[in-house]
Every structure is written in C-alpha cells, then in structure tokens.
C-alpha cells in the first residue's frame, strides 16, 4: 500500500484548516470536500480492485496540483511551509515510481539508496511539521490576540461614542439648566427689588401713620392758640377804644407767648414732615453728625403711632433710657432711621402678640406689653467710643432654632402674608454694611427679645 493517499488526505485537510481559519471562501472550500471525497472514492477502489499501478498516477496527479495550488494562491499562503515539509517525500515517491516503471533492474540495484533518502525525507518531514505547528501555534496565538484588540477597540469606540453622545447630552442638560437657573436669577433679583421696595413702602405707610399722629399734635396747638390770638386781638382793640393803656398792653403780652408757641410747634411740624421726607426717598449716601437720642425717640413715638393707626385697641408702654452725654456721631439719618423703625415694630408687634395670646388663653392676665430703648456710650475692644442702641420687649421671644436665621433675607417669624422678612435683614446691612457697627440679639422664648445696636463714632 503506497503512501500517497494519505499524504493527500493531510495535505487537504490542512488546507481546509487553513481556509477555514484565515481566509474563509465558500468555492475553495466546495472544491477541497470534492477532493476528500475523491480521494475517499479512489482509495476504496484501489483496495477492493487492486490497481494501485493506476491509481498511483492518479495520487502523483493530485499531489502535483496540491502543491500547486499551495505556491500559487494567495488564499493558501499560511500552508506553505507544510508543503516544503512534505515536498522532498512527494518528489521522492514520483521520481522512484517512475524509475521503477521505465527501468525496474535499475530501480532494484539502488532502492537501497531510495530507502535511505525516504528516510531522510520522511525525517524532514516530521521535522518541518514540527516547526510548522510551532509556527501555526503562535500565528493562531498573534490572529487571537489579534481579534482580541479589535474586539477591544470596536468596544472601546463604541463605549467612546455612546460616552460622546452622554457627555453631549449631559453638555446640552447642563447650558439648558444654566440658563433656567440664569433666568431664575434675573427674576429672583428683579422680584427681591421688589419686595426690597414693598419693605420700604410698608414701612413708609407705617410711618406715615404714625407722622399723621404726631403732625396733629402740633396743628391743634396752632389752631387752638391762633383762635386765642383772634379773640385776644379783639379784646385788646376793646380795650386801646376805652383808654386802657395797661390791659392792653398786657393782652398784647399774652398774643406775644401764643405766637412763640405757635412758632414752636409750627417748627415742630416742619421736622415732622421733613423726617417724613428723609425716610420717603432713597439714601444718598452721605454721613453728617446724627443725634441718635432724638432720632430714636423720633422713630419710636412714629413707629408706636403708626401701629395705633391700624389697630385703636393696641396699646403699649414705652421707656427710654437716654444717655443724655451722648454726641453727634457721623451716620446716614434717613438709614438708620428705618433701621431702628424695623426694630420698633417688631417690638411693638411681639408684645401685642403675647398680649393677644395671653388673653385668649387666660382672659385678663394682667400683662402689660412694654418696649424699651436705651443708648450709652461704650468703647469698642480697639479703644474707639461708640454708640450702643438696645431694645427690649417682654415679648414672647425669638425661637432658639430661629436666631440664627432672623437676618436672612426673607426668612421671618411671622405668619403668611403679616410679613415680608426683609426688615431685619435691611437692617442688618444698614449698620453692619452701611456703617461698619453690629447688630446683635439676646433672647428668652417666652419671655424677652432685645436687639443691641453698636454704631461706631
């Protein structure tokens, strides 16, 4: 039995192996299953008929054109070196059979030496193959490394491009909320000028109020004093009528002191209405010498008026302590005016608020609502004199949780729609922005609340 056959078998198969592997191609691999098959049909035959002396020309045929095929497509390339391996046995094989069959004496006297050089081939063979599935190895490991990487980077490409499509949605997210929240701004701003501007109305409206209160005091002493004048005047035409010198002269006394008093609180009214004014328009920024005495008391009686405008059954007990050594000291009047008008009603307010609280819950309790402002001299941890400014109610108290809040903007104690929670917190950038002092706070729950101003001189 020749070894042709088998030679061709493996020669095919590694061929299909490597289509398969490398360069798969539906013709190819149709031709090679044919082959096999064929060779399967030819070697039953040469078994079964015996006619190897045929057949044998028919393996050389095939082997040729393997190696052929081998060395001339591109397809088969990676094979090659199998078929350098299996080349000399193949050569070998076709040039003793045609020895043996054109001179077969003359292929007797050497087959020694054809015995010797098949061996040889034969170890040339198992040698190349060995290298070859060295070879075979590493190029399969390099194609799987190879296919790995690819893998990677398809993946990586595709995770950079649904990365790239995240960032580009999370970019358009982001400027879209950026805008929302710049708009939300612009309209914050413009609602809080708003509300900054109600604050000053609102406290414009309470002062004025309490101005209409004031301002009355003094008008009725005009009116009353000049109607005195008016009768007094007629009395004394009477009397110069009747040759009384002296009575005249006396009643012409009398019209002298109600003009003085006329023009006192003639005077009167006109700061009323001036102070109205200051506080009406916007602050212009500029400091001159302030009698914080006076501008308290002024801003206390027309809060106190103010809130008795509004509500005929509120009434409260007002003390000042004045430190009458007390000097003019550069501030902003119209500023701090609102600063201390912020205090005293919410004073004014937190005691009517325990007082109405204290007779729901007990009836008649006996409680008498009472604010307190005092002012001393006092000197400052760097030697500079200063003005303290404290006021105290027997309210019900600042909430512990809520002391920390009480200069926030907006933030208030106060139900829905009784305030707007920027009092304090205009207040708070009045002394502490606008002149460099500080505004501090002592309270108790339930019993007091007391505001410490601290302007510098």
């Known amino acids: 039995m020749s070894i042709e056959p088998f030679i061709s078998f493996f020669l095919i198969r590694h061929l299909r192996k490597n289509l398969r592997t490398f360069s798969p191609d539906p013709w190819w691999n149709k031709v090679l299953t044919n082959a096999m098959i064929a060779i399967g049909i030819v070697f039953v035959i040469e078994l079964v008929f015996h006619t190897q002396k045929i057949t044998i020309w028919i393996w050389h045929l095939l082997l040729l054109s393997i190696v052929y095929i081998s060395f001339t497509q591109p397809l088969f390339s990676r094979i090659r070196t199998v078929m350098i391996a299996v080349l000399p046995l193949i050569v070998l094989s076709l040039v003793s059979d045609i020895l043996e069959s054109l001179n077969s004496t003359l292929y007797k006297n050497i087959e020694t030496y054809f015995d010797i050089t098949f061996s040889i081939a034969i170890t040339w063979m198992v040698a190349m193959l060995i290298k070859s599935s060295k070879q075979n190895k590493a190029l399969e490991k390099e194609r799987k490394r190879t296919l790995e990487e690819e893998e990677r980077s398809k993946f990586i490409e595709a995770q950079k491009e649904k990365l790239e499509i995240i960032v580009a949605e999370r970019t358009a997210e982001i400027t879209q909320q950026k805008d929302d929240l710049q708009h939300a701004l612009t309209e914050l701003k413009a609602t809080q000028t708003q509300l900054i501007h109600s604050e000053k109305m609102a406290s414009l409206g309470e002062l004025t109020a309490g101005i209409a209160h004031e301002i009355q005091n003094p008008l009725n002493f005009v009116n009353n004093f000049s109607e005195v004048n008016f009768e007094l005047i007629e009395e004394m035409k009477n009397e110069i009528a009747a040759g009384n010198t002296s009575e005249a002269v006396l009643i012409a006394e009398n019209i002298k002191d109600n003009e003085k008093k006329i023009i006192h609180h003639g005077k009167r ?37 103010g809130l008795r405008a509004r509500d005929k059954s509120f ?120 002149h460099g002092g500080e505004i501090r706070v002592k309270t108790k729950e339930g019993e007091f609340a007391e505001f410490i101003v601290d302007l510098p001189a």
């Open 269 to 305: 009214a006109d700061a009323i209405v001036k102070g109205m004014l200051q506080h009406s328009r916007s602050s212009n920024g500029q400091k001159e010498l302030t009698d914080i005495n006076a501008l308290a008391d002024e801003y206390l009686r027309l809060s106190y008026h």
């Open 315 to 434: 009434n409260a007990k007002m003390e000042t302590h004045f430190d009458e050594s007390l000097e003019k000291i550069n501030a902003i009047p119209q500023d701090v005016g609102r600063a201390f008008l912020n205090l005293f009603t919410n004073a004014f307010y937190a005691v009517a608020e325990k007082k109405k609280t204290l007779q729901f819950l007990k009836g008649e309790s006996g409680y008498e609502p009472t604010v307190t402002v005092s002012t001393k001299a006092v000197k400052s941890r760097l030697g500079k004199i200063g003005v303290e400014v404290r006021v105290r109610d027997n309210g019900m108290g600042i909430p512990e949780k809520a002391v920390d809040k009480i200069f926030q903007p907006f933030f208030t104690t106060k139900p829905t729609g009784q305030g707007t929670g920027l009092g304090l917190s205009l207040s708070y950038e009045i002394i502490k922005q606008g």
